[in-house]
């Protein structure tokens, strides 16, 4: 009686420990960790100053979760970049030739994103939010640190240094890719004003704006391979 008994209970959990499997199979949740690297093209839209849009390149760390039966993953990761950005000024009051004042600007990036599967995980729809942490303008060149910002008479190009530093983005973008390799174009805009600090310091300005206010955007072109 007891070999059969034991026999019965040795075939339920057979029986549920390969239910187990089974189902943990077919929704098994896939981690994973990836590198990602390419080139940015780096703005601030604003109507204080001209600016060009610059290249500037971004690297980082992206970990993965993979839900199959969903119809999205999610993803969170930490970036850094370095921007390149050129603002219109004159080498003095006098001057009536324009040239393109050089400034870097590096950052930090974390993100957590949304990726909507479009075709399984090979094609996704990528957005979500990004918090950073960026440096101050500054300046390529020292000798262009006394440059008149064009439309002004005495603001210098040094005086637009000290921006925001701490910033809130969204994001939204697309991958694409076969297996561990993926190609990811994004495009960031910044919600909030990077040129807010600016309004603190009482810079002298003729003609006067009511405040400087301009919102970061940054399109990526990268590589990402994972793990």
Known sequence: MQKKQFIILVALCIGFVTTTIAQ??????KNGIGIIGGLTQYDIAT?????????????????TVDIPHKWYTVSYGLQFSQNNLEI?????????????????LMAVQVAFMLHVKLLSNNVTLDLG?????????ELEK????????QGYDSLLAEDISEISQFNAN???????????FKLRASYSYGFTNILNKLNDQNLTTTPAYEKFEGHQNMLSFAIMITF
């Open 24 to 29: 943990h199979k077919r929704y098994a949740i």
């Open 47 to 63: 109507d204080n100053f001209n600016t060009k849009s610059g290249t500037g390149f971004i690297g980082g760390m992206i970990a």
């Open 88 to 104: 219109s000024g004159r080498p003095s009051v006098l001057a009536t030739t324009q040239e393109q004042i050089e400034y870097k």
């Open 129 to 137: 939010p990004q918090l950073q942490y960026n440096s101050e303008l």
């Open 142 to 149: 020292d000798n262009q640190s006394n440059y008149i910002i």
């Open 170 to 180: 969204g994001v939204i973008g697309a991958s694409a890719g076969i297996g561990n």
